[in-house]
């Protein structure tokens, strides 16, 4: 069984563009949440979507949204980025809505100059 | 609101030494999810185990084992014989039903585990 697959594995961006990183979770999982990790703040939730809707949301701005499709892929995408918007940024898939379990791909590294 | 609390930064051990990787939690939910994730160099989160608040029961998984305590607030991560493949961050995180009736993880800040040979 396929485990989540995040693409691309690396990206560097200026400042000011914007960027959409994807998500393809486990066979069967409808939830897929996002997470930003920065040395300074750790990691943190952004968003989860399930059946194609944002169903919960971390305390990031608004350049920061995402999407899901039928077919439970989902992306993220980041406009107008800031230098402190570099990160690793990882997808978890779930079975469920409540998040008993989580299992994360092995993240997008964005780098922005 | 809830916290977790992974006061090792970092820890250092020989290989074979058992080692403890502390983790405390704060969350006013009587029902909560608490697990434990590795994180390789390859930056993946690798999931090693999930609790709920309602079961206290210890667990042991070869040279893994873990000590959930509600009443020190502890879910705390035993690696016994350690090896070097060991090395790595170990995350904590907790999962509680949020204002949306979602959960979301909140992680700790990790502790970076390094076995030498």
């Known amino acids: 069984k396929a485990g989540v697959t995040q693409t691309p594995r690396y990206l560097i961006k200026t400042r000011g563009q914007q960027v959409t990183l994807s998500c393809s979770p486990i066979?069967?999982?409808?939830?897929v949440s996002w997470y930003q990790q920065t040395p300074g703040q750790g990691l943190q939730f952004l968003f989860e979507?399930?059946?194609?809707?944002?169903?919960n949301k971390g305390n990031f701005p608004g350049r920061f949204s995402g999407r899901q499709f039928s077919n439970s892929r989902s992306e993220m995408n980041v406009s107008t980025l800031e230098l402190g918007d570099s990160a690793l940024y990882l997808c978890a898939s779930s079975l469920g809505q409540s998040l008993t379990e989580a299992f994360f791909g092995q993240g997008t590294r964005l780098t922005v100059v | 609101a809830q916290k977790v609390t992974q006061a090792q930064t970092e820890i250092s051990v020989v290989e074979k030494e058992d080692v403890t990787l502390d983790c405390v939690y704060e969350t006013r939910d009587t029902t909560y999810y608490l697990f434990w994730y590795k994180q390789p160099p390859s930056g993946e989160l690798v999931f090693l185990i999930r609790r709920n608040s309602f079961d206290e029961q210890n667990e042991i998984s070869g040279r893994y084992s873990w000590n959930f305590q509600k009443s020190t607030s502890s879910f705390n991560f035993t690696i016994t014989a350690s090896q070097v493949v060991d090395s790595a961050v170990y995350f904590c995180a907790l999962s509680v039903l949020g204002d949306t009736g979602r959960r979301a993880l909140t992680f700790g800040s990790g502790t970076r585990l390094q076995v030498q040979p």
């Open positions: 066979s069967g999982h409808r939830s």
């Open positions: 979507y399930f059946s194609e809707t944002q169903r």
